[in-house]
């Protein structure tokens, strides 16, 4: 008896990872659709591979047909014209994707967004996210769209194993304003359980992750300090410095540091939920065991992705 099929875009990244690992586990049939072909097979063949070709719609459909489940979580992090790559490109595949699954007469999508993405107007990458979830919903498809908002666990971790490594570097440690916004992690576990969860509902519902824990972002910053047996001094600096000393850093390790709308979402309180929590897994404790390791090396997000032009 062949078992159910279930496609993730993107399962040779971080939060498709965990959830191709998971349904695998769950004896499920996966495949991905990746445009990052060039990575290492995490999975040892276990899962199908296919390209993420937005411009062959009819091969897009084709690579959908017969999955019962659709785990979308393909988006771009920034614009970026020379890898033609940006949000308001990434709104348009995603608006194929959507019709290639209905085509391909999928049953259900899960579509991954982020934490309240209609309380940033203006933004280019939030405006995105509400665009995207608002194509899914008018699709007249089966979804859920999950909200996470900000990941730990799994191996990955650049935010915070790249907040380590600059407290391993230098004595002081800015954090942007005064650090007094909220910070909520989840576990990339709890992320893909949940998403997975949804998955076998026909409601259409959109829900936020988060984690237990709850932190302003100084919290946050010390708690990780304290976990690596270190003492730095944390002080308050204003946004664009943050963001240019992120762009000069940048050109050095060759990455995306940071970007403006990162810094204005971290400090307008959207990488924390409103709703109960769903999470289950504690992020103190989870730096308590961890945190000796993290910040050893630089995770580098640009070359990691190795998008293909």
């Known amino acids: 008896m062949t078992s159910e099929l279930h496609v993730v875009t993107g399962a040779f990244g971080y939060s498709g990872r965990w959830i191709a690992k998971q349904l695998l586990a769950e004896g499920k ?12 097979d995490p999975f040892d063949g276990a899962v199908e591979v296919h390209p993420l070709n937005f411009d062959n719609y009819d091969a897009l459909v084709e690579s959908l047909r017969g999955a019962d489940v659709l785990y979308n979580t393909y ?13 308001g490109i990434a709104v348009e595949n995603c608006k194929k994707l959507f019709a290639a699954a209905a085509e391909a007469e999928v049953r259900r999508i899960v579509h991954f967004s982020v934490a309240k993405p209609d ?90 992750i988060a984690g237990p824990e709850k932190y302003s972002y100084r919290e946050f910053v010390s708690l990780i300090t304290k976990s690596m047996g270190v003492r730095r001094l944390i002080i308050p600096i204003p946004p ?15 990455d995306r540091v940071i970007t403006r709308a990162e810094i204005r979402g971290l400090m307008n309180g959207l990488v924390a939920s ?19 390791e993290l910040g050893r090396g630089y995770q580098n997000d640009l070359q990691e992705r190795r998008y293909n032009k």
Do not use: C
Not at 76 to 87: A, I, K, M, Q, T
Not at 240 to 254: C, H, K, P, R, S
């Open 29 to 40: 049939q996966v495949r991905t659709l990746t445009n990052a072909a060039a990575r290492d």
């Open 75 to 87: 988006w771009v992090r920034y614009n970026d014209n020379e890898r033609n790559f940006g949000h």
């Open 119 to 208: 309380q940033a107007p203006g933004w280019t990458y939030f405006q995105g996210k509400v665009e995207t979830e608002r194509l899914l919903r008018d699709s007249g498809q089966s979804y859920a769209i999950v909200r996470p908002t900000v990941f730990f666990g799994g191996g990955r971790n650049v935010l915070i194993n790249n907040i380590a490594w600059i407290l391993r570097k230098f004595p002081v440690f800015g954090v942007f304003g005064f650090g007094r916004y909220p910070i909520q992690p989840v576990h990339i576990r709890d992320v893909a359980r949940v998403a997975i969860e949804l998955g076998t509902s026909n409601e259409n519902i959109t829900r936020d």
């Open 240 to 254: 664009l410095m943050g963001w240019l000393a992120g762009q000069m850093m940048g050109i050095f390790l060759q």
């Open 274 to 292: 409103d709703e109960k929590p769903i999470g289950e897994i504690t992020f103190s404790e989870w730096i308590a065991e961890n945190g000796s």
